[in-house]
C-alpha cells in the first residue's frame, strides 16, 4: 500500500465537568488527509484545501505530530500530505487536532501499523503543541479513538473510553469567528478555592457514575463547569441567549466547546436534538452570525480510513 485517505474527526472538548479531560467525537464532520509514501525522506505538506493552515513543515500541525512518529520509529521513509481542512481553526471543535491524529494515524497503518493505537497520541500531542503550547489532550484523544473519553493521566496520556447511553446526542454550533486556544486560556484564574475544586469533582464522579447507570437526572445535574464557562462566556456569541433557551427546554447541558467559539448542548433523542437545532440556528440567524450546526452521537467513530 502506497498510499492512504484518512477522515479526522473534529471534537467538543470540556463536557461542563471535565475542562480539559472530557471530550467527544463528532460524527461526519473533521479533515481529511490524503498520505503517499515519497521517495524524499521527511514529510512534506503538498498540498491544502479548504481553511488556511500553515504550509510549512515546522508549523503544520499534520507535519510536526507526523514528524515526531518518524523521529520515534527510526526510519528513512518519507511521506507526502494532502490535507483537505474542513475544520476552521480556532472554532472550538478540534482542529489542530483532527490533522495531527489524522497524520499519524495514516502513517502508522501505511507502515503496517508498528505502534499499538494508543501509543499514537503522544505523537499526535507533539502536532497540537505547535498551535498552542499548552494544549491538553481532550481533542486529541477524542479524534483518535472516537466515542466520549476521559484523559484520566496527563503525563502519559491514559485514554479511557466512557460508556454512553445510545440515545445521548449533542447540537453544536459554530460560530464561524477565531478564537485561539491560547488567548481564551490567558483569560482563566491561575487557581481555584477548595470550595469549587471540591464542587467540580463531585459532578465529574456523578457524571462518569451516570454514564454507567444511564441516569439522566444524576447526569444532568452533574454536567456543570464550575471552572470556566464563567470567564469565557462574554467572548462567544450568543451564549446566553442559547444556554437560556437550552434551560428552558430541559437539556441536560449546554455549555462551551473547548476554548469557543463553539456551543455544544446536550439532550436525549435525536428529534429533540433536531427540534432544538432549529431554535437555535434562529438565535444566529436573528444576530445575522455565520455558522455551521451540526448534530451527533456520543458513539461517533474515531480517525478511520475512507
Ligand atoms: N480544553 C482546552 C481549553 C481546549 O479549554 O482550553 C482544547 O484542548
Do not use: W
Amino acid at each position: 500500500m502506497n498510499q492512504i485517505k484518512i477522515f479526522s474527526p473534529a471534537s467538543v472538548s470540556n463536557l461542563c465537568c471535565g475542562f480539559d479531560i472530557l471530550g467527544f467525537s463528532i460524527d461526519g464532520i473533521g479533515d481529511e488527509l490524503t498520505i503517499t509514501k515519497s521517495t524524499n525522506k521527511g514529510i512534506n505538506i503538498k498540498e491544502i484545501k479548504g481553511y488556511n493552515v500553515p504550509l510549512e513543515n515546522n508549523k503544520n500541525t499534520a507535519s510536526v505530530a507526523a514528524q515526531a512518529l518518524l523521529n520515534h520509529l527510526e526510519i528513512n521513509e518519507g511521506f507526502d500530505i494532502e490535507i483537505n481542512k474542513k475544520i476552521k481553526p480556532g472554532s472550538g471543535i478540534g482542529s489542530s487536532a483532527a490533522s495531527a491524529v489524522g497524520a499519524v494515524y495514516g502513517i502508522n497503518k501505511l507502515l503496517g501499523n508498528p505502534l499499538k493505537h494508543e501509543e499514537l497520541i503522544k505523537f499526535a500531542m507533539k502536532g497540537e503543541f505547535i498551535s498552542s503550547k499548552t494544549a491538553p489532550a481532550d481533542n486529541v484523544a477524542s479524534a483518535l479513538h472516537g466515542g466520549t473519553i476521559l484523559v484520566n493521566n496527563r503525563e502519559n496520556y491514559n485514554v479511557i473510553k466512557l460508556p454512553v447511553p445510545k440515545n445521548l446526542y449533542a447540537i453544536i454550533h459554530h460560530p464561524l469567528i477565531e478564537i485561539k486556544t491560547s488567548d481564551s486560556r490567558g483569560i482563566l484564574p491561575k487557581s481555584v478555592d477548595l470550595k469549587i475544586a471540591s464542587d467540580q469533582l463531585s459532578a465529574l464522579g456523578g457524571f462518569i457514575h451516570s454514564l454507567h447507570t444511564k441516569d439522566f437526572e444524576l447526569m444532568k445535574i452533574s454536567l456543570k463547569d464550575y471552572l470556566v464557562e464563567q470567564y469565557r462566556s462574554d467572548y462567544v456569541p450568543a451564549f446566553n441567549e442559547i444556554k437560556s433557551v437550552a434551560d428552558l427546554n430541559n437539556t441536560i447541558c449546554c455549555s462551551i466547546s473547548g476554548s469557543g467559539p463553539s456551543i455544544f448542548t446536550l439532550v436525549k433523542s435525536l428529534s429533540e436534538a433536531k427540534r432544538l437545532k432549529l431554535l437555535f440556528d434562529d438565535i444566529y440567524n436573528g444576530k445575522k452570525l455565520e455558522f455551521n450546526s451540526y448534530i451527533t452521537g456520543l458513539n461517533s467513530k474515531g480517525a478511520h480510513e475512507i
